[in-house]
């Protein structure tokens, strides 16, 4: 079983910086494809960015391209998702989670485990 645990979150103005942090605690940390997606109010949920198991793939929504970058360190089992040049509409609920079943499937949004989330919002 994989916990999640993010921390990061809280209230920025448009055009501020926030860096998300994820914690594992799986000993398999290093083989998941790890992602974070995002949840706002009246909204269904949605795919932000992943990144696969070395780092070396990334992919990211068209609406966060250019302003968050994924990164991943497996020696600290955390994932972290940098966000710069927030905008209102980035606010959300944000959740990170883990694939165990590749690229394929972690690229596109379709996880295995969720952590419980962690709030971002953005003044106009």
């Known amino acids: 079983q994989v916990q999640l645990v993010e921390s990061g979150g809280g209230l920025v103005q448009a055009g501020g910086s926030l860096r998300l942090s994820c914690a594992s605690s799986?000993?398999?940390?290093?083989?998941?494809?790890m992602g974070w997606s995002r949840q706002a109010p009246g909204k269904e949920r949605e795919f932000v960015a992943a990144i696969n198991w070395s780092g070396g793939l990334t992919s990211y929504a068209d609406s966060v391209k250019g302003r968050f970058t994924i990164s991943r360190d497996n020696a600290k089992n955390t994932v972290y998702l940098q966000m710069n040049s927030l905008k209102p509409e980035d606010t959300a609920v944000y959740y990170c989670a883990a694939s165990r079943r590749g690229w394929g499937t972690g690229s596109r949004g379709e996880y295995d485990y969720w952590g419980q989330g962690t709030q971002v919002t953005v003044s106009s």
């Open positions: 799986g000993r398999t940390f290093s083989s998941y494809v």
